[in-house]
């Protein structure tokens, strides 16, 4: 598909792994292959991820974690296909995207997400340990001092390896003291992370809360002017998208996301939502942060559609029709007033194109993705009828009209145009 030229998409920066030369430019993070697949049921064949991980490349994201190579031989060999395959070929703007790994904090995980990135031409280990007290109380059973040196250690060994592009992340970051926070970070960046990857990982966060958190550490983490401030928000109450961008508006400049939100439990924050968000909004509403003027991203929307469809049909799990931006009714309009006004002008209440994220609009029903039921009008009934090439006049139009709304009051999912050319059919019958 076509650019659509509603978003006048700007030049992607050089990528220099720990700085981005436009304070303005935020780094998209997809991590559908990896907390997407972590989804109850969700698991894709090694081909279907080197597919999607195309569809993501030609979207134009920015870093694609591939997996976590040490769970199974398939993922490794996953990651080891996508590193070498998609991360060594070249995408819209000249640009090849970082392949990541995830690894735990010890040299087993990292020596193999290592091995399975390093073919690309920009591999990247993502490291994590978890820095709340629940979860280094009870799930690590270590002290504070002992979960910093790991990760410290970790960071040093990848670093080791030849790995120049590290991101750290401390899981359960939402809920974590941030004092502890500063020292952490501060310490992993002098060891060589380059990313510092900010998870709220039980999606407890308000945005509010999320945005001053990222805000506090860019402010107290020394040595923090030197790496990305990134969010990786789970959706637990329902806040991921809105977290993440509270996130940019603080400074974080790399969102991580997944296609159609999936991921653990609730979910991750929604690549198509966060990203349209920034598109349709980021003028306004975004001038926080390092930067001064708009915040953009190298997404071309228009495979948004397209890589949505893929990810729902490899992945077996199905967008709920509502869902913003993708879901099948994001673009159809039942009442008649709405029907109404879309007819007049489309922009009454559509504030983005089906088109500009890659869904062309059915020559039906005017093109307005009208459906035909209950709710609508003689307006939407009558414009149909007329595409169909029917011109009837008033008087059959108001009988035909009123038939409708008999049938359509008891037929799920509307009428269609066979159902409106019977309707036409038995009104001319009738009045002969
Ligand atoms: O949710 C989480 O904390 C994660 C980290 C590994 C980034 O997935």
Redesign the pocket.
Known sequence: PATSDLYKRRPRPEYIPNRIPDPDYVRIFDTTLR?GEQSPGATLTSSEKLEIARNLAKLGVDIIEAGFPIASPDDFNAVKQIADVVGNEVYEDGYVPVIAG?SRANQKDIARAWDAVKGAVRPRIHT?IATSEIHMKSKLNKSPDEVVEIAVNAVKYAKELGCNDIEF?P??AGRSDPQFLYRILAEVIKAGATTL?I?D?TGWNMPWEFGELIKMLRENVEGGDNVIFST?C?NDLGLATANSLAGALNGARQLECTINGIG?RAGNASLEEVVMSLALKGNEKFKGGPGSGKLYTAINPVYIMPTSKMVAEYTGMKCQPHKAIVGANAFQHESGIHQDGMIKDKSTYEIMTPESIGLMRGESQSGAGIVLGKHSGRNAVGTRLRELGYDLDMDRLNAVFDRFKEVAEKKKGGLDDDDLESLVADQSGSSN
């Open positions: 907390d995830l994590f992340s899981e359960d990857n998870p990982t990786h789970q653990e």
